[in-house]
């Protein structure tokens, strides 16, 4: 099976702000961006199934890739909870140094970890090696994809964040014979 993991292109926010959760919109810049991203892509199979996060951001994406799209909540982002919509520099600069360096298990307030996330993505993982596909397209944000990157290659998660992960992004998994090989990140 070809799974591609597909980060979201560029969304209509500014710079720094923590949007995790929030539904923002695509950048004004959309339709060059996903003529970019079909570039990267193969010729997709009829039946390919492809998986999105709920957010617009993704969805908007996935249903220009595809008229079969599921959307997954565990695929969302991960939840900054009172974070959401605040500039990182607008954080009290003691606790954001706090849970930077203590991100994998420690909350911001009224979110989650680096770990919750890890065990939802987890979750999916699971369930998507259980189906048989040529072809899988997941349309969803960075830290989900540096989450289930971490699960495939049992990183530490702390060093999840060492993976880049560029806005319109694919990153090529293929799982055969119950195992799985990273073919590229972030083209």
């Known amino acids: 099976m070809d799974i591609y993991l597909i980060r979201h292109t560029r969304a209509?926010?500014?710079?720094?702000?923590?949007y995790g959760q929030s539904d923002v919109a695509l950048a004004a810049s959309f339709s060059e961006d996903l003529s970019a991203l079909r570039?990267?892509?193969?010729?997709?199979?009829e039946d390919c199934?492809?998986?999105?996060?709920?957010?617009?951001?993704?969805?908007?994406?996935?249903?220009?890739?595809s008229a079969k799209v599921t959307t997954d909540e565990r695929l969302i982002e991960l939840?900054?909870?009172a974070w959401e919509g605040v500039r990182f520099d607008a954080i009290e600069p003691e606790t954001l140094r706090h849970w930077t360096a203590?991100?994998?298990?420690t909350a911001p307030p009224d979110g989650e970890s680096f770990t919750d996330l890890y065990e939802r993505?987890?979750?999916?993982?699971?369930?998507?090696?259980?189906?048989?596909?040529?072809?899988?397209?997941?349309?969803?944000?960075?830290?989900?994809?540096?989450?289930?990157?971490?699960?495939?290659?049992?990183?530490?998660?702390?060093?999840?964040?060492?993976?880049?992960?560029?806005?319109?992004?694919?990153?090529?998994l293929r799982h055969q014979h119950d195992y799985t090989y990273i073919d590229y990140l972030n083209k």
């Open 102 to 105: 203590n991100f994998v298990e």
């Open 12 to 18: 209509a926010t500014e710079a720094g702000l923590c």
């Open 121 to 172: 993505i987890g979750d999916f993982w699971q369930d998507l090696l259980q189906a048989s596909h040529e072809q899988v397209l997941i349309v969803t944000h960075a830290g989900a994809i540096r989450a289930l990157l971490a699960h495939v290659l049992t990183l530490p998660l702390a060093n999840a964040f060492q993976l880049r992960i560029d806005p319109g992004s694919v990153h090529k």
């Open 39 to 45: 570039q990267k892509l193969p010729e997709l199979t």
């Open 79 to 81: 939840n900054f909870g």
């Open 49 to 65: 199934p492809v998986f999105s996060s709920p957010l617009r951001r993704c969805t908007q994406l996935a249903e220009r890739l």
